[in-house]
Structure formats: structure tokens, C-alpha cells
């Protein structure tokens, strides 16, 4: 997508600042510690999986803020202590990472592509009770979810910074899919908890329908990647991260996107 934008812009710079298992809650740090003195003119955040995936988010200082800011003074644990002083010894931070790996791989989170072989056979059957306690969960995430990304917005705004949301595709849903035939509904998800595939994406949805609602609301432009990009494994090589055809895809989409909203609102900069 760099590319493409380079060749309709002068002096096109574009960077991924993005951090593996990043929240709303690492963004908003890492916009007010590290990006915002950069002074970028447009910040897209491609955001939800890991607000999903993540079983809290309390208030500052959290693990994410912690990691970023990186201050012995915040261990409040034993814990807290190994996390930071992770910064300060290759020992500790290879231990540290080794250990978080491992955790991210049991929550289903890690990078490793699936055997959609394997994973046909993995299917899941919730009861109804079970779906609503669920949807119960993530009732009140919602809503801090919201909270974040207003913060999000606010904090660009106040530096002058055009904040761009994408919303999370997936490739679990309410499909069948077009390459291995699999079904896609009840194939089994582990997302901050089992779920069947069909619920995992309802569930994620719901997090989308936020990042839309408060676009319209906030006029910041929405790149609704979720219901662009297909549900296919030809995009993806597990059920949220994408192959190479799948990123080239994603920044043809993106950038369909952004392009009319980035000529208009800075003209003088387009060829």
C-alpha cells in the first residue's frame, strides 16, 4: 500500500508501528509516548481482535502500558518486577517472551498457520446458555472498548493527526470456505474462550459495529475492512492473520478507501 500511495503523493512516508498482541489500550500509550512526536498528518488503526481476544483491560498501568514505558517504578508484583526489568537483561527478556509465546499460542493467539485438516475435525457445540453467558462477558467490554477508541480520536485530533479505524476481519463466520470446503461455522475458535465459529465472529461483529457507529458519530473515516475482505483461507493463514495474497488484497481494499478521502482532504500533496 506504501507503493500505491507513493506514486499519488509527494513525499509519501509510511510506517507500521503496529505491536504484536496490541489492544486499544497499547495504542493509546504508544500514540502519546512514541507517535504523536513524529507528527504523522493520518494514523490507521486496524483495530479489535486483541480487545476480544484479551480477558481485561483494566485502567493504566497495564501490561501493555508496563512493556511500553518500561519503568521499574510501576512493579507493584514480583511479577511486575520480571516484566520491566525485561528491558534492562537479554536473559530475562528471552525468558519473558519465551514464556509470553507460549501463552499467546494457548489463547490462540500466535502466528502459525492452520491445518484446516486438523481443524475440520475441531469443531465445537455450545448450548444456547452457554452462547448467552458469552455474549454477557463482552457486554460491559463493549462499552470500554468504546471509550478507548474515543480516546484514541481525541488524542489525534488534540496533535492535529487524521485518525483512520479498519475494522477486524476474520476467517471464522457464517460460511463455508470457497478453498478447503470447511465449514466455518462451528469450527472451533479459541478467542478469549471457546467458541464456535459462527459465535466468535457474532462476537466480533459487535465490536465492529462500535468502530462503525462511532465513525459516523465522530466523522472519522472507516475502512469496513470486515466485510470486504472474503472469507477465504487464500487470505489467511490462520483464522486472523493474512498470507501474502491476502495482505496484497487487504491493501488494494485499503487503499481504494483512503485514497478519495486522502486527495480531498490533502490536496496539495497529491500529484
Known sequence: MGNKLKQVFNRCWLNNAGLTGHSTFGHIILMNDYIIKFKPKVVLFLVGINDVGRESLGKYPSDEGKFLRGRLSYANTLSDFFKLAANHSDVI???LNLWRCI?????GLGHETVNFNLAKAEKIYLGEREKQNIRTAHVQ???DYEGRLKEIISIC??????????TQPTLYGDVVDPITNIDLRDIKVNNAGYMDGSLAWEIMERYNYVVRKLG???NVLVVDLARELPKSSKYYYDFVHYTNEGAKEVAEIVFKQIYPFLAKKYQESAN
Open 141 to 143: 467490554k463493549l462499552k
Open 93 to 95: 527478556a528471552y525468558a
Open 216 to 218: 459516523e458519530k465522530e
Open 157 to 166: 485530533r488534540v496533535n492535529n493527526i487524521e485518525p483512520v479505524f479498519i
Open 103 to 107: 501463552k499467546a499460542k494457548s489463547a
